[in-house]
């Protein structure tokens, strides 16, 4: 199953994806190219996010990359859940994008990290990967 993920400059969550994917078949699309946010993916497939504090609580936190990527109808159907990046230090805000994401779509928040993760964090979403590859190719 392929991860769609949006990075910001920092590119933390670009390391992540990067880190999971590593030594497996499994791809990872970078939505702050153009050409990838105007796709639609074929089949199945996984969002990682990450949240901003924004300093106003009324505005949202979910990156416009994302949100361009998930207007397609095609698209967010075939959305199986959501993973998420934060920091803690945001208070409230942490995860606000995934949460807001998973909510609105109906799609389960799969997993949670700080930053770009830990080797524990890159071990348990793999595991969660793995586990949803193996449930769609059940009830294929």
Known sequence: MPV??????SGMVRQFCERLCEGTPRQAFDLSVREVRKSVPEGRWV??????????????????????????PVTR??????????????????QAASRQISAISGRPLLFEFELQGTAWDIADARAILERLDAEVAAHA
């Open 47 to 72: 969002l990682v996010t990450p949240s901003y504090k924004t300093g106003n609580p009324g505005n949202d936190t979910i990156p416009e990359a994302v949100r361009r990527f998930l207007r397609d």
């Open 4 to 9: 769609y993920y949006y990075s910001s400059a």
């Open 77 to 94: 159907r075939r959305m199986v859940g959501v993973m998420g990046s934060g920091n803690r230090n945001f208070g409230a805000h942490y």
